[in-house]
Structures are given as structure tokens and as C-alpha cells.
């Protein structure tokens, strides 16, 4: 197959190098907010493709030895700057086994780079501190992978469906920054005197939540956290909920929206507006992205413009922003 | 295949009805409690099994409306009471979609009963207030459903294994509560006085630390809490570690347990010594347990102790047990 001239260079390379048809299972690893991004991409991946998938921590994926791992098996791994070792040693371990492996990191040449068949190379602002086009984000390296695959391997061929949303993307989150930033302003003072903030979501947003939970809040601002799934919410988080509580509630706009909703209600019913911060996808302008792949976005805007939010919280905190660490970058002996 | 005598009569027929050889995929489903012994189930099925498998909340399953499900596909459902709604749409779905069901539930006369093709009975002592044996709890339920999937499907034979372990394996749990009972003594004050307590696990224990977490600690007692993968605590949320935050670390036997040790010494490097409750599986007496199937055991084995240590816990925090919640079993309407 040959896919759309925008895809990412190393993607086409990588994918056309892979005997997809042969493939029988994916597995997408990583760590900590890497691993964040898997989330959507299996939920693109369960919606789009035949081919059985699994989301694994990187040490978990290793000492659990999966029996399906072997030749015919893909592995996607992750880690930003490819330093991460357990990743690495996932990548080893893969392809020791026989799986073909592709490495999404920002630098090619770093160890994760170096231990997979396929490195791809995307860009984030964390690294560079230049503001970057959502096209080049980890999130759109993975779906056009996952699309690739799905197309490769049978399925519909939504390539140029997909690369066509993802090149509109960034103009996209643009406007979000202005329909979320009195969001900001009402909530930063309040959330950042909370010694715990929920996060909630479903379906694609779920990743986002979770790397909201335990890379910003937990890790940067040192406020306690748990990303709960809009439905879990109600098999036992629930009752942690009372008019002190504070939430973040991710409302996304993929086919999981309905267990948002309920949580939304039962959150107003039992909490106090100004605890409850709701992300609403359907206030966005998500003009030029086909509403095939609305939904599956949407995470990227939400993780995006909550930057914007964190940084009027660690204002208020005085706690340094992206510095105020404890121990990740500090230590090297752990 | 025949299943040995002593297999659950329900499972042997209902593993005996399906042709197995011709299923492609396994979706184990369920919603909160439940669904946490659907991780353990998912460990074990990836270490033994050539079918691939998914674990699902009930209703982001029926949301998310995997490709995979259709005909030639099992879903094994799970509700205690066979009430929990979201898991009944889930069986009536999976059924519309072609697949095949099984529902494990303490009343096959329930809703969940009446809505697969093959409702499984358990034993839960929450539900009669009298002690049951382990043999005849959810975990062993599923795991000889797992285990004679393997079987059935051209894996390695290990139910006879597999029964003779989980006939022994009350007599294991009755020592445990000994072994363990010094922590409980140790521990009970002191984490009572807490907003905050993690749960920390990894393999074939995540499960128990997430319903522990959930069910336990957020729902029965109102405390703040998060199941952090014991990897995953390195990417993010160690950065709460501080000398005041508590956690539970469920230190397991499996192929992951170096995960376990890992956290642990980091925990033991930064935290305090009283606000860090190890159950190290290592200190348990296995006898009668067979060394294939010791870490899948031990977190029933730490679920099962813990109930003793939150009774202790509830007793200082003055709030009846198991009666102590603010809307679920009280509401209806949401």
C-alpha cells in the first residue's frame, strides 16, 4: 500500500517495510506520560482494526513475557527523549524475541532510537521550548501509525482522511486556548490551594487523564491524584465525592460520551460547581478535522490547553513549574 | 478435553459447550470489584494462552464497540450480585454481536445470570456473612476458566494442577491472616488518621491493589486513594513520596516482583517506615500450592487479608464498616 505524501516520512518507511498483512498482534509500550498516549491509540486501534492489540507499562510488558509476543508481532514503543530504560529494554526484549519494533522518541539517536528497527522522530515543547504543530506531536505519530496498520492490514484506508485533520490540528487547539482560558481564571486559585484533584474520563480522553493525574499533578504541583474512568466512578470513587472534592472532568465527544455525561450529572448533584472543572469537546471549533476522527483529538486538546490551567495553578502554588521536583531528573541512582 | 472431577460443574460445562479452538479473542468485562479480578485473569490468560485478550469496564466496552467482538469471540462477564446494570447491557450486547458468555455471579437467577448463555455461581462471604473456601471465590472461578481455555486450546494442560492448588488454598489463606496480623496491629492507628493512602502493585496483583484502592479505601472508608503500577510510580507519581504519604505495597511472587522491590526500596529511601505497609507474598507459607500458579494466588490471598486490617482501620475512624457510604445501595436514581 503507499500512504499520503504528508505522512510522516519514518511512518510510510517503517510501515512499508512491515509484512502488515503477516502481522498478529500489536503491542504498545512505554512509560509514564509516553504510555499515556498508547490509551487512545488502542482505542483507535479497537475501532478501526481486526488485529488484536495490548497497552503495557514498559518493566510490566518485560516480566510478564506475553506468550503472543514473537515474530509476526509488532511492538510501538515511546519515550520522549529515548532515555527511558525500561523502554529500552523493552525494545531489546522485543526484538530478541522476534517482534519488529518502531521507536517514537524526539531524538533518534538516543538509546530507544538506537535498540529499534524503525525510529520515528517527533517534536514536543518541552524539549525545545518553540511552540511545535500538533502534526509533529507524539499523539499524530501514533494515529498515523494505528491508521497505517489499519489500512495496511484490511481495513478501510482513512490515511488521507486522517493526515488532512491532523495538518488542520494545531489551528484547532489555537482556538480551544480561547474557548477554555475563563475556565482557567475561575478555577486556578481555588484548585491550586487542594491537597487532591481527580481527574475523569472515557474512551480516547482516558490517556489524557491519566498523564493530567500522575505527570502534572502528581509529579509537577505534588498534589495528590487519580485518574478514575467515567464508569468506574461509580463502582467505588464515588463516594470520596462531597462539597470539598475537586474534579477535573474530561467531556470528550467519541462514542464513550454518555458515561461522561453521567458522571458530569452525578457530579453536580453531589459536589459544588466551583470543585467540578468540565472540559467540554463540544464547545470546541473542531472545524476542519473529519468527524471520523473528532473524537480521537480531542485528547490532544485537552492535555494541550490544560497546560495553560496548571501554569495559573503553580502561580498560585509558588511552586516552580516543570522544576519543582523532588526526585525524576535529580537522581540517577534508583 | 475432559476438566478434572473436582472443576466447577458450571465451568466444565460451559467450557465443554464452546468450541474453543474456533474462538479469537477473550474479553474479560465487569465493572469495578469485579473487574479487578479480571487483571489477574488477563496476567495469567497472557502467560499461558495463545488467544489474545482484552480487559474492559462494562460499559466502555459496549461504547467503545470493539471491532474484535463478533462471533468466535468469549466474553466473560462478572457482577457479585448479578445487578450491576452496565455489565447486564454488556452480556446482551456481546450476545447481539454473535459472541459467546459466561457470567460469573453469586445469583445465576440474577439479571447478569439471565442474560448469558452460561451464568457461573460463586461464593462471596460479603453476601451470606458466612466464611466461604477460597475455592469457590470469583479468582478461582475465573482462573479455571482461564486455565481450561488454555487447555482447550492447544496450550499446556494444567488445570489438574490448578484444582489441587486451589483446593489447598484456604488453608494457605488462614495462615496468612497470621503471618499478617502483626502489620495490621502495627499499622491500623496510625493510617486511620490519613486523607491519603496509595496502593502500589504490579503482574498478577495490580487487580487487588486497584480494588483495595477503589473499593476499599475511596468507597467503604472515604480516604483518597490511586492503584499506582509499581513501574508507573517512577514516571510521575513518586513525586508525592514525601515523609507524611502513606502507601500499601503489594509485594508480590510473580515474574513482575522485581517491579515490587524496586518501589520498595525507593518508598523505604524517601517515606517513613510507619507510613509504608508491605505485604510481602515471600513471607507467606504456600504449601499445597504449586510453584506454577503461587503468584497468581497471592492477591486473593492479600485481598482477603486486608479485609482484617480495614475492620482495624474503620475501628478507629469511627465509621461503621461496610454501612458507611454516602450513595451507592442508597441512591437509585442516577
Known amino acids: ?31 509514564g506520560g509516553s504510555l499515556s498516549i498508547m490509551h487512545p491509540a488502542k482505542f483507535m486501534f479497537d475501532q478501526h482494526a481486526s488485529l488484536p492489540s495490548d497497552v503495557f ?27 527511558t530504560r525500561e523502554t529500552t529494554a523493552a525494545a531489546k526484549f522485543a526484538r530478541e524475541k522476534g517482534a519488529v519494533t518502531i521507536g517514537l522518541t524526539v531524538d533518534p539517536d538516543s538509546p530507544l532510537g ?15 521550548g518553540v511552540p511545535i504543530d500538533a502534526k509533529d506531536s507524539n499523539y499524530s505519530i501514533i494515529y498515523q501509525i494505528v ?3 489499519v489500512a495496511a492490514s484490511g481495513g478501510e484506508d482513512l490515511t488521507g482522511v486522517l493526515i488532512e485533520s491532523l495538518s488542520g490540528l494545531q489551528a484547532v487547539i489555537d482556538r ?15 484548585f491550586a490551594k487542594q491537597d487532591v484533584i481527580y481527574t475523569m474520563a472515557s474512551g480516547a480522553s482516558y490517556g489524557a487523564a491519566y498523564s493530567f493525574a500522575i505527570c502534572v499533578l502528581m509529579e509537577m504541583q505534588w498534589i495528590n491524584s487519580q485518574a478514575i474512568h467515567s ?21 470528550g465527544i467519541d462514542s464513550t460520551r454518555a458515561l461522561d455525561e453521567r458522571a458530569e450529572a452525578f457530579l453536580h448533584r453531589f459536589g459544588r460547581a466551583e470543585n467540578i472543572l468540565v472540559l467540554d469537546a463540544a464547545e470546541l471549533d473542531l472545524a476542519g ?18 497546560w495553560r490551567f496548571i501554569y495559573k495553578v503553580a502561580d498560585h502554588r509558588q511552586q516552580v513549574m516543570l522544576d519543582g521536583r523532588r526526585y525524576m531528573k535529580k537522581l540517577t541512582d534508583y
Chains 1, 2 share one sequence.
Not at 538506537?114 to 525545545?128: I, L, M, N, R, S
Open 1 to 31: 500500500m503507499s500512504l499520503p505524501d504528508r505522512y510522516h516520512p519514518a511512518v510510510s518507511a517503517a510501515l512499508s517495510s512491515i509484512d502488515v498483512t503477516a502481522l498478529r498482534h500489536v503491542f504498545f509500550v512505554a512509560c
Open 57 to 83: 507499562n514498559a518493566a510490566e510488558f518485560v516480566a510478564r513475557q506475553p506468550k503472543r509476543l514473537g515474530p509476526d508481532t509488532l511492538v510501538i514503543l515511546c519515550s520522549m527523549t529515548g532515555t
Open 289 to 306: 478535522i473529519d468527524p471520523r476522527f473528532q473524537g480521537n483529538v480531542v485528547p490532544l486538546i485537552f492535555f494541550d490547553t490544560l
Open 231 to 251: 464508569n468506574e466512578f461509580f463502582h467505588g470513587p464515588f463516594e470520596v465525592l462531597d462539597e470539598t472534592r475537586c474534579f477535573v472532568l474530561m467531556k
Open 147 to 149: 491508521m497505517g496498520l
Open 176 to 190: 480551544a486556548q480561547e474557548t477554555y482560558a475563563p475556565l482557567w481564571d475561575r478555577y486556578a486559585e481555588h
Open 114 to 128: 538506537a535498540a529499534v528497527d524503525h525510529p520515528v522522530k517527533f517534536e514536543a515543547p518541552y524539549t525545545t
